[in-house]
């Protein structure tokens, strides 16, 4: 912060310290959004720092005057209970992606007609490839931020996103809303994850692969100090839902967001037609790289909010928004070598070496190249010069082989007969094209499966990635991932380039994965064809790895979404003596073995949740839910679900082209709702029930 001195009022506050105290709030806020929103600072950092230490003071002297949007609050203490799952008062839904001009002609075409020939305009904005949040302010105060989670109940991660000072803590003016949800992206920008990656190889940590997974990392932290120090940003860009407002226009939010000290997405626009739209998207494509924050397309919404509801939505999606994504930025490089790396399966995987080369954002070194097969149809060998982008802007790939450029005496490359990490046979599977390493005991297996278990998806062990993972196997401190339990201090210490500090933080880490739900534990084990959604489905069905272990073949196919050749391979992997042995030692470290969501759903249905003793038949085409995103939200209330109607059901939820449990449900007099009454419901109010009073 740079500049003018600020006019601190002297004296005026001396007799009165909750008047200094707010003034000092306010002040503070004032000049955050002045930094980290508007970018024109008027202070010095050191007079803010003066501020804010002397606000410190007076909340130590006076603790009755902390409150919970103080900027002293920002970034709070470790989260040892972890992240509580809320449902979202509205589906977050994702929205429909197209990489064509013509697409973007036939959604306008498609919306003008649903519209009855109306044109509409559109709000065009650049799309943050960050992570989406929601944000909930009551009465000005930031009380709540969730992930989008499954799109119907998100993470509670608000002590992490207090710590994104682009976030108020209080909303300014004395015009704002009851009560108003706002939608955005959070986002590590570039020059913050070169910084992180910096830092992380210095530390002998793998680096980040990208700026989205490194943000969407990020807030599922347990230690919102570590989340401060990352330095997320943030920006809105979607209304949830509001109380007291009236907006005629999409636009219209943005300028109120804006004016309630929120940073905006930068670049919108409002076209009156198609035509404009896409002029303004060509516009972007070229100015896009200059932010210091990465982009993959723009978003195109009706801008009239009566015209949005019109259109509404389908089960997945809004019907009057879509996203344009740019082409990938395609470059060439040589590929330098090409590795072959042994999987947690057995599989052996090619992996592409290149000349480091910047491509849409960050420095890429090497692809996958899969298997056998892509190889053969790419033709891709060592000393070629290739043409890589990143799908989806993320994941670098070999486009194709520039042949012209290829080097004299270049061979075709081909897989070993032998496993590169235990020289062992390898053999293909009838039907597959994946090459295995028929090593059961492989070492390059257990590497793989260590990763594998510490991995975001599964046990989210922050700091342990695949470089410390070699270097505690080759000082043989690890086999399996059991081990990892065993670890201690001295060490950790004892590994190159890593101080007491960094092994305190591992082992802090380890502990806390300890608590993670039986789910994440369920896809680490690395059962054979159970991965995360089968592991939810098992931990919720069984509650606990004692049941299911305890389980027969046909128990397990009995759950939904569990066929009899997972229930076989289930049974199979906790009979093997290697196996049961590493689950044995897991449970023996202390390692959470109950599911907290059944857990949870159970607590809702005894203590009367909002559907609590209620059952639920689902009938018919859902537009604004999946299925799986409706019986979810009855379950996290107390409710059950049935596949039949009968005489104990309690409401059928009918969507389009319902059939015969709508005929019975009505034969019987059972309640009919239709997904506007859901909605309802699931913001607590029950439109049935009221309407027969």
Known sequence: MARTKTNDAPGLFDRDPAARAAWLRAEIARHERLYYVENRPEISDREFDRLHRELQDLEAQHPELRTGDSPTQRVGSELSGGFQTVPHRRAMLSLDNTYSAEDVREFDRRVRKLLGGEQPEYCVELKIDGTAISLWYENGSFVRGLTRGDGMSGEDITGNLRTIRQIPLRLPGHDVPPFVELRGEAYLPRSEFSRLNREREEAGLDPFVNPRNAAAGTLKLLDPKVVAARRLRFFVHTPGTWEGLAFA???????????????????????????????????????????????????????????QARLGTT???????????????????????????????????????????????????YASLHNQDEIDRKDVRIGDTVAIEKAGEIIPQVVRVVKEKRPAGAQPFRLPDRCPACQGPTSRREGEVALRCTNARCPGRYRARIVHFASRACMDIEDLGEKLVDRMIAAGLLQNPADLYDLTLEQLRSLERMGEKSAQNLLDRLDASKRQDLARLLAALNIPHVGTRNAELLAEHFETLEKLRAATAEEIAQVPGVGPIMARAIVDFFADPQERELVERLVKAGLNTHSTRAAARKAAAASGGAFAGKTFVLTGTLTKFTREQAEAAIKDRGGQCSGSVSKKTDYVLAGEKAGSKLTKAQSLGVKVIDESDFERMLAGDDPVNRADT
């Open 249 to 307: 226009r999409h636009s219209e939010f943005l300028d109120a967001a804006l004016k309630w000290g929120l940073p905006v997405v930068p670049a919108r626009a409002v076209c009156k037609d198609i035509d404009e739209v896409l002029a303004y998207i060509d516009v972007w494509d070229r100015k896009r790289r200059d932010f210091d924050f990465d982009t993959d397309g723009m978003v195109v919404k009706v801008d009239r909010l009566d015209q």
């Open 315 to 365: 089960a997945k999606s809004p019907r009057y928004a879509m996203a344009y994504k740019y082409k990938p930025e395609e470059v060439e490089t040589e590929v330098l070598d090409i590795e072959v790396q042994v999987g947690k399966t057995g599989v052996l995987t090619p992996v592409a070496r290149f000349r480091p080369v910047f491509v849409s954002g960050t420095t890429v070194t």
